[in-house]
């Protein structure tokens, strides 16, 4: 797939790097399926999708690159991986709040 031709949803809302760092494959094998050199697989899909949380029809359809995406304005102009980044470790806190107060109370 050349640069003009359609491409995945995914690598225009996504950037490889950041699907890399969330989905555990390298950024390699992201370039490999952008460019139309391999296919998603199911499982790939299956992955992105449980890990964005976004449907398979919102990251995989095939689209125009240069057709502009609409996406829905963040307040304070925050992007969408730093409100995932956000959640994210705010999750991992709230573990480490539980994990500490149990281990108090072992204490």
């Known amino acids: 797939m050349s640069s003009r031709e359609k491409q995945y949803l995914i690598f225009l809302k996504y ?18 399926i952008a460019g ?11 992955v992105c999708c449980h890990t964005l949380k976004e449907p ?3 990251l995989f359809r095939l689209c125009d690159p240069y057709e502009p995406i609409m996406a829905p304005a963040l307040p304070g102009g925050l ?27 072992e204490i």
């Open 56 to 58: 398979q029809k919102d």
């Open 36 to 46: 139309g050199a391999k296919y998603p697989s199911e499982v790939f899909i299956g």
């Open 79 to 105: 992007t969408q991986d730093l409100v995932e980044t956000i959640d994210e470790l705010a999750a991992r806190l709230t573990k480490a709040e539980a994990a500490l107060k149990t281990l108090k109370e």
């Open 15 to 32: 950037t490889r790097e950041y699907l890399s760092q969330v989905t555990g494959y390298s950024k390699g094998y992201l370039s490999r």
